[in-house]
């Protein structure tokens, strides 16, 4: 089970936050990672991961930066406790896939089981962590999200707490996924929605 909380901010509030994030006693800051996330749904419609009663995400990621490159296949899901406290309880399943065998990953799934690619999107994500929490900044093409994701026994009171250390409000925290904040985004400012959302493309932007 993932506890967590997410806040959006405008492209130009970057430097401040890693700034901020940086000041904090305790947090590890690691390496600036290009990410690029594919969601993919069941073949079989009446199946679909993304009707009412299944509500849920299957992906695959990739993450690159000057050390490392990885790959990831992750299951991820709301439940119908998700937002019913403060923190976001979500059910997620991942699997660590060796790199080179990315292609082979792809092929199976686009060849032999025949999922249906559904929309993906790029991002970079800086991270800072400790025992108790994992602290993510990421840059989409449309905005800022920081991510507070407990990594402790105690998930509830160890997000709230790092909320406060952050300086934050934990009433202002975004409760649904990335793809419904930018379909919001898109929406209200009159943008072309695009399934696939990437560096480059017209966007719309978070406003504080």
């Known amino acids: 089970m993932e506890y967590e909380v997410r806040y959006y901010f405008p492209t130009e509030k970057l430097e401040y936050l890693l700034r901020m994030l940086r000041r904090i006693d305790g947090l590890k800051m690691e390496e600036r990672s290009y990410e690029k996330t594919m969601q993919f749904d069941h073949p079989c419609k009446e199946m679909s991961f993304y009707n009412k009663e299944i509500d849920g995400r299957f992906r695959i990621r990739i993450t690159k930066n000057n050390t490392i490159s990885k790959c990831k296949i992750s299951w991820k899901r709301r439940l119908p406790t998700t937002i019913e406290n403060e923190i976001n309880k979500e059910e997620e399943v991942e699997i660590n896939i060796n790199y080179n065998e990315y292609?082979?990953?792809?092929?199976?799934?686009?060849?032999?089981?025949?999922?249906?690619?559904?929309?993906?999107?790029?991002?970079?994500?800086?991270?800072?962590?400790?025992?108790?929490?994992?602290?993510?900044?990421?840059?989409?093409?449309?905005?800022?999200?920081?991510?507070?994701?407990?990594?402790?026994?105690?998930?509830?009171?160890?997000?709230?707490?790092?909320?406060?250390?952050?300086?934050?409000?934990?009433?202002?925290?975004?409760?649904?996924?990335?793809?419904?904040?930018?379909?919001?985004?898109?929406?209200?400012?009159?943008?072309?929605?695009?399934?696939?959302?990437?560096?480059?493309?017209?966007?719309?932007?978070?406003?504080?």
């Open 103 to 208: 292609d082979n990953l792809m092929f199976i799934i686009n060849n032999v089981l025949k999922m249906k690619s559904v929309e993906s999107y790029e991002r970079y994500r800086t991270i800072f962590v400790n025992d108790e929490i994992e602290t993510a900044v990421d840059e989409y093409p449309f905005g800022i999200a920081l991510e507070i994701e407990n990594k402790s026994s105690n998930p509830e009171e160890v997000v709230k707490k790092w909320v406060e250390i952050i300086g934050l409000d934990i009433n202002k925290a975004y409760r649904l996924s990335w793809d419904d904040k930018y379909s919001s985004l898109c929406k209200s400012q009159n943008v072309k929605r695009y399934n696939h959302v990437a560096f480059g493309l017209p966007m719309p932007k978070v406003i504080e």
